[in-house]
């Protein structure tokens, strides 16, 4: 067993002379007191039985203690094993060997199976796997109800859960009408209004906006710190893992690395290797490093980073005049190309005429470019998936007018035809498969347009390869076999194969760890250069849109705010942050050092811009050597 209150950093790799990483078995310090733990898990080993190949190993061997009260962080590549042990500690699974032990209650025994999920709420990846019923308040009620609490008592937390969701505006909304974001955001409610002892919540901001990320952050962190409530978070997102009292860093089903954030994040080689990545603040301290700058501390926040970096401006004198937010020769702008899509003046109403009407778009009107890379943002629920719904006809406009590819949406004729020109990949990919092997899903479209057998096969064979899947490898897999990150590579290749003119993609990297992450990206960007193809990007992260994107469009409240590039959007960031979204990680710590007097950019798009213009303010004797003057 583990002690958690050891601060020595566990790990399950060691490193090579040569610089190689090979895994070696966790080191384990001596068995802690008892009385202070909530979960204590012994020899966890599960496997999951299948008929072909046959068994699948998902955790071997895994040992962890979990304190009262302490806020804990999982964090591996996909198919590492975080949502199966994160499901055994309610006993929604159980071991195949070894032991889980939830407030000293055995998992393994049927008598106790009701008391530990009292205990332990549990919030899943998808959120459509919780939703029950046919009103948002009544769903955020059920398990109140079920404990047995006096009505009155299940009203004063329902009404709690739903502000503390930002859901209370729709109490009386139907879930189904709901963005992808808002179920979240409901599901967790339903498991506040339960206010359990420990919460487990796998991937929970996954389809949240900047502010519903921080709100729900800020949420799990006022319970732990003042109500003493475990929180046991699931996450891709480093940021989110900076924020515990521990991280435990798990790939292939064992443990690899545990310990406080600071322990965990220097472990970068590590971590790099699993296809994890630091949090941005550390990545910019660590190049700063590199340039011979004396950075103290772990730099896990944007505070500390800046703390940090003013801390080292004793003595400097700064430059005057204000400080430009557009360098010269700023790139990523638009060429001068056709446009592809031309939306007017477009209005959508949901169940209009009924108690459930919502305006999704109000009046929007927006040209969209042969060629270019169009990122969509905007808080949940503003539109965004709506939007994008019209592009291939499966909306249709309430008011306006819609030109797809020179052809008019309204014409119902050639709505029936759009799926060739402009492909769709949902914000779940699992959602648009259908056929028994990944083969015949990706040539569904190819064959429905009438091609020959060989050029079916040419078609599904270049679309997998493009979306970064060996044909011969999972072609004649169940898509439904395929990890997540290979989910969206097929249900993206399913539309590749049809090769369309316009391609667009509703939060196509939730989900991912940082690895598939960058793969998927890099993929569009490929397929964007080497045939042309529109690129329509539906995000929550800011980051994707910096790196990527030629133009940003901004939804608010089924409006549209902004067109720009994205530095010309991000330059406006308090009009931004009340919409509830936000501006890259890097930009916002250049905001933060210009307010505090420093002159730097806060145009900044990449950690590797905000570290080439801090090091421009850092003076001389703040590098590592003998204190002289060193040179550039």
Not at 113 to 126: K, Y
Request: a neutral charge; glycine letters at 10%.
């Amino acid at each position: 067993m583990i002690d958690v209150r050891d601060e020595t950093l566990v790990t399950g790799f060691v490193t090579e002379g040569n610089g190689s990483v090979r895994h070696n078995s966790v080191s384990h310090v001596s068995n802690p007191t008892t009385h202070d733990c909530f979960i204590e898990v012994t020899g966890l080993t599960h496997i999951y039985y299948r008929a072909k190949p046959g068994e699948c190993r998902a955790l071997s061997g895994v040992d962890l203690t979990i304190k009262k009260g302490e806020y804990l962080a999982v964090v591996g590549p996909n198919g590492s094993g975080k949502s199966t042990l994160a499901r055994h500690f309610n006993a929604l699974l159980l071991p195949s060997s070894g032991k889980v032990l939830v407030d000293g209650l055995d998992t393994n025994q049927p008598e106790h199976i009701w008391e530990i999920r009292r205990r332990v709420g549990m919030v899943f990846q998808n959120p459509d796997n919780q939703i029950i019923s046919s009103l948002v308040e009544e769903d955020v009620a059920f398990g109140a109800e079920n404990l047995g609490l006096l009505p009155a008592q299940v009203r004063a937390r329902v009404a709690e859960a739903l502000e503390q969701t930002g859901l209370t505006g729709f109490r009386l909304h139907a879930p189904h009408l709901l963005s992808g974001g808002q179920k979240q955001r409901l599901a967790i409610a339903g498991v506040l209004a339960m206010q359990p002892t420990c919460l487990v919540l796998d991937e929970p901001t996954a389809m949240l906006d900047p502010a519903g990320r921080r709100e729900l952050l800020n949420t799990l962190e006022r319970l732990n710190r003042s109500f003493g409530i475990t929180v046991v978070l699931v996450t891709h997102f480093m940021e989110e893992a900076a924020r515990a009292d521990r991280v435990l860093v798990l790939a292939a089903g064992k443990t690899v690395l545990m310990g406080t954030p600071a322990e965990v994040f220097s472990q970068d080689k590590i971590l790099e290797e699993l296809g994890l990545e630091l949090p941005a603040p550390t990545q910019i301290a660590r190049g700063l490093k590199r340039r011979g700058f004396l950075i103290p501390g772990a730099s896990l926040t944007p505070d500390d980073l800046v703390k940090a970096v003013l801390d080292k401006q004793i003595g400097y004198e700064e430059a005057g005049g204000r400080f430009s937010c557009f360098p010269k020769g700023s790139t990523r702008t638009v060429p001068l190309l056709p446009s592809v899509i031309k939306v007017e003046n477009l209005t959508h109403i949901y169940a209009p005429g009924t108690p459930f009407q919502v305006t999704s778009l109000d009046n929007v009107s927006l040209e969209i470019y042969k060629g270019e890379f169009l990122a969509v943002v905007g808080a949940t629920g503003s539109g965004k998936s709506t939007l994008v719904q019209h592009f291939n006809g499966l909306l249709k406009p309430t008011r306006g007018k819609l030109v797809v590819c020179g052809l008019d949406v309204s014409d119902k004729q050639v709505s029936r035809t759009l799926w060739r020109k402009v492909g769709l990949v949902f914000q779940r990919p699992e959602q648009q498969f259908f056929e028994e092997t990944v083969f015949d899903d990706v040539a569904f479209g190819p064959r429905n347009m009438g091609l020959g057998k060989d050029e079916v096969k040419e078609r599904v064979e270049e679309a997998l390869r493009l979306a970064g899947l060996d044909p011969l490898q999972v072609g004649q897999l169940s898509p439904y076999r395929l990890s997540g990150g290979m989910k969206r590579r097929a249900a993206i290749a399913g539309v590749l194969a049809l090769r369309p003119e316009v391609l667009a993609l509703d939060e196509p990297t939730a989900g991912l760890d940082p690895q598939g992450r960058r793969q998927l990206l890099d993929r569009l960007e490929n397929v964007r250069r080497e045939w042309g193809v529109t690129i329509i990007l539906v995000t929550h992260s800011m980051e994707e849109v910096g790196l990527l994107a030629g133009r940003v469009a901004v939804l608010n409240r089924g409006r549209l705010s902004m067109v720009g590039t994205p530095r010309e959007v991000f330059s406006r960031a308090e009009e931004l942050r009340e919409m509830g979204l936000d501006i890259p990680i890097p930009a916002a710590i250049m905001t933060r050092l210009q307010a505090a007097g420093k002159p730097v950019r806060t145009d900044i798009l990449s950690n590797s811009e905000a570290e080439a213009e801090i090091a421009k303010i850092l003076p001389e004797t703040g590098k590592q050597g003998d204190g002289s003057r060193a040179s550039r």
